[in-house]
């Protein structure tokens, strides 16, 4: 029995799932290829993913469901199902938790700019944000994490459309990379603005994912910045990182083994969710779960 999510996360450090996109390449799909569109063309290899990562220790699974808004799917022709994916993709992932583990309905960039950088109004991306939220959350989903954010406008609107929508527990992520400053998004946004920011608009836990470049120690002193600015619960899920071909595939340069032997400092360093982003697998997450566990 699955008891509260926000409470578990103050009293434990919970393990998340890794990447989704990078295991769907594994089994097939084809560079290029919209993979939220095999919640409907493949649904039991996504649940197969999100199975393996139950199976390893994640006690925490995300949706796959990061680029199915209304905006992004217009570009595949794939607009008019924006709900059905999205319902989709929660259900699967509820089903493969079988109610043991929560699940969290992912939205990420919505693949635009905001005005005035971009001519995207506000509004606009607020109804892209509140259908792709609602219909998570009506697939099941226990919450909507955003996350892989680099604007902290944006970031803000579609935290609050998740909550206009019903949330009840809303994350929210953004990426960052190391420079001589300190950290910053690409968009330059500081790991202060973006708590400020993120918290403002109704995050119940904020953290970071998808990190650009950085290294293991990299991310624990990511967290241990982000710890010092709030007392919201931190969540990381570092990529493994920089990827690169090899026998004509890409492959991903941080084991599982190196990764794990790290995590401890995660935990010091503040981390409430730890889970993985890109690159990161099945046999990254159980190797987390032994880390943890020891």
Not at 156 to 169: C, D, F, M, N, T
Request: proline share 4%; charged share 20%.
């Amino acid at each position: 029995m699955k008891q509260n999510l926000l409470e578990t996360v103050k009293r434990n450090v919970l393990l998340a799932d890794g990447a989704i996109g990078t295991e769907l390449l594994r089994m097939g799909l084809e560079p290029g290829e919209f993979g939220e569109l095999w919640n409907i063309e493949r649904p039991d290899a996504v649940r197969q993913v999100h199975s393996a990562y139950r199976a390893a220790g994640a006690r925490l699974l995300t949706t796959n469901s990061f680029r199915a808004n209304r905006h992004t799917l217009a570009r595949h022709h794939l607009d008019d199902r924006t709900v059905e994916l999205n319902r989709q993709a929660a259900r699967i992932a509820c089903e493969a938790g079988e109610g043991e583990v929560w699940v969290l309905g992912s939205i990420g960039p919505f693949g635009g700019f905001l005005e005035p950088l971009g001519p995207t109004k506000e509004d606009e991306a607020l109804a892209f944000f509140t259908e792709q939220a609602r219909a998570l959350l009506e697939g099941g989903a226990d919450g909507i994490v955003v996350e892989t954010m680099t604007a902290i406008q944006e970031a803000e609107v579609a935290l609050r459309a998740a909550r206009a929508a019903g949330a009840p527990v809303l994350v929210g992520m953004m990426t960052f990379g190391k420079a001589k400053r300190g950290f910053r998004t690409m968009m330059g946004v500081t790991p202060q603005q973006a708590v400020s920011g993120m918290v403002a608009a109704g995050a119940d836990m904020i953290g970071t994912n998808c990190g650009e470049g950085l290294s293991m120690t990299g991310y624990a002193d990511l967290v241990r910045a982000l710890s010092a600015l709030t007392d919201k619960p931190v969540v990381v899920r570092p990529n493994a990182g920089r990827p690169g071909l090899a026998n004509a595939e890409v492959q991903y340069v941080q084991t599982p083994e190196l990764m794990a032997g790290q995590v401890p400092d995660l935990v010091r360093a503040g981390a409430s969710v730890i889970g993985g982003c890109c690159g990161t697998t099945p046999e990254h997450i159980r190797l987390f779960a032994q880390a943890l566990q020891g």
